[in-house]
């Protein structure tokens, strides 16, 4: 079945510094993957996605690329601010209308 | 920009008391979702539904849940009978035709004593 495995986490890091997130897949088909934010005390963001092979996903300075060939959509943040303190969750989707599969989250503490 | 609401945010209940978990989905979108996340622990899915029926569900959606559109506007949960183990938080979420990301609603926290 589909799954997504994501890093353990905490990851805590000083401000400044470079932020990967890792993330691998299991799915059949071709899945569209998407990174969520959850704020402290808040719902769930889209915070980017990528629907095919090789597409980049990118915003607020984060980006993740679809590796098809590695079943890998890792986040990165070249320089993390303390506002990126969340907890991150890489997610997948075969198609409309189907649930979207996530991973456990990876929390993110970034200190000045 | 428009997005997914929720009402209540917060519900308290007794053990074995129903609850209605309401939801407004972004008015084109025709998919629509719940999700439930315990505390500290990973989203689940519970329920799709389109087209005014459920379209997948996951075990955890048993006989106690149900899902209903009553007008066109609103997309709510309902667990019959609640349990300890019930309380978590539970996002509404909702998507277009299209494969696209889904929005989420702030979520309702649940709380079941």
Partial sequence: GNSVTQMEGPVTLSEEAFLTINCTYTATGYPSLFWYVQYPGEGLQLLLKATKADDKGSNKGFEATYRKETTSFHLEKGSVQVSDSAVYFCALSNQAGTALIFGKGTTLSVSS | ?113
């Fill in chain 2, 1 to 113: 920009e428009p997005e997914v609401t929720q009402t209540p945010s917060h519900q308290v209940t007794q053990m074995g008391q129903e609850v209605i978990l309401r939801c407004v989905p972004i008015s084109n979108h025709l998919y629509f979702y719940w999700y439930r996340q315990i505390l500290g622990q990973k989203v689940e899915f519970l329920v799709s539904f389109y087209n005014n029926e459920i379209s997948e569900k996951s075990e955890i959606f048993d006989d106690q849940f149900s899902v209903e559109r009553p007008d066109g506007s609103n997309f709510t949960l309902k667990i019959r009978s609640t349990k300890l183990e019930d309380s978590a938080m539970y996002f509404c979420a909702s998507t277009g035709l299209a494969v696209s990301s889904e929005y989420f609603g702030p979520g309702t926290r649940l709380t079941v004593t």
